[in-house]
């Protein structure tokens, strides 16, 4: 790996804290895994990151961590009122996710890029409730901030688009009236 950028935490440096360099390249540290970081400043995991066969973190030229590319095709569910414990690490977007039959916390890790927070080592869990099958757990998942923030752009853009093209009705429009009604359908609620 040819490195553009000298980083002090996974680079080697002499007594002067002069970058060392082997054929024109930095050198990196023994235990330069468990130092480095994302462009968010998030360490390795593997949910996120790229690693090689061996299992170790890729790095890209200006010495932060490779990401993985998103898998999600979009938002999924519905917005958490649940309180988000303090402490946690910066750069992800948090969410509790109700664990049911389904395997929804399974379901949105393989398929929308979330992954379960793991708290000393153990899944962070919290009882909401009863459902059919007996008392009901939530997970505490997360994802990368700018792949959330990507989705939410996404689900904007087709939101605006969606609202353009309702706008966009006119009476001579060839849409569907149920029962030869003459007026629009809108979303308007009966009070």
């Known amino acids: 790996m040819k490195f553009t950028t000298f980083v002090p935490t996974i680079h080697e440096a002499d007594e ?5 360099k082997v054929n024109g390249d930095y050198v990196l540290k023994k235990d330069w895994a468990a130092h480095a970081r994302d462009k968010g400043g998030r360490p390795f995991d593997e949910a996120i990151h ?45 969410r509790w996710v109700n664990v049911d039959s389904r395997g929804r916390p399974a379901v949105l890790a393989s398929q929308h ?6 708290i000393d ?19 505490l998942m997360r994802k990368p901030q700018e792949w959330y923030d990507a989705e939410q752009r996404k689900k904007n853009d087709r939101n ?5 093209s ?26």
């Open 16 to 20: 002067f804290k002069d970058p060392i």
């Open 50 to 94: 790229e690693a090689s066969a061996k299992g170790e973190p890729i790095l890209l030229s200006d010495g932060t961590l490779k990401m993985k590319a998103p898998v999600s095709k979009g938002p999924a569910g519905a917005i958490s009122r649940l309180a988000i414990p303090p402490g946690l690490p910066t750069g992800y977007q948090y």
């Open 113 to 118: 890029d979330w992954a379960e927070v793991r």
């Open 121 to 139: 080592g153990v899944v962070k869990r919290v009882p909401v409730g009863n459902a059919r099958d007996g008392l009901t757990d939530a997970v």
């Open 160 to 164: 605006v688009s969606l609202e353009k």
């Open 166 to 191: 309702k706008a966009a009705v006119t009476d001579d429009s060839a849409e569907y009236v149920p029962r030869g009604r003459k007026e629009v359908l809108t979303d308007v609620r009966i009070a």
